[in-house]
């Protein structure tokens, strides 16, 4: 039986998913500092017809920025990494690139994008 593939764990995600890790996004201004409290469940969607193929994370976190323990934010952040369709791994880029789309999560359309 394969073992499933672990998306985070390989390649550019190595180490960047690890508790007590930080991770820095552009927004709120001027950025905002969350620090991982921990690494819990991981879904991957590959080879089902109707979505596209992604691995996705939901990490606790809190802000790395806060001064004191009671101004503390805590939130959820879900990371989501394009993978690739089975087998196509050994591909030449232009093969690999063609399968990239523009995808929204459904969590998303309850809330507003700009």
Known sequence: ??????????GPMRKRVEI???????????????????VHEEDVRQGEW???NY????LPCE??????????????MRVYVQILEFNTELEDSATRAAQGI????DELYSIRIK
Do not use: C
Request: proline residues 7%; charged residues 30%; glycine residues 6%.
């Open 102 to 105: 523009t995808y929204k999560p």
């Open 55 to 58: 691995a996705s994370l939901k």
């Open 50 to 52: 109707d979505s596209p």
């Open 63 to 76: 802000d790395a920025n806060a001064v004191t323990e009671s101004s503390t934010v805590k939130a959820f």
């Open 20 to 38: 007590g890790s930080i991770i820095t996004t552009g927004k709120p201004y001027p950025e905002g500092r969350w620090k991982i409290l921990e």
């Open 1 to 10: 039986m394969e073992e499933e593939r672990t998306w985070f764990h390989q």
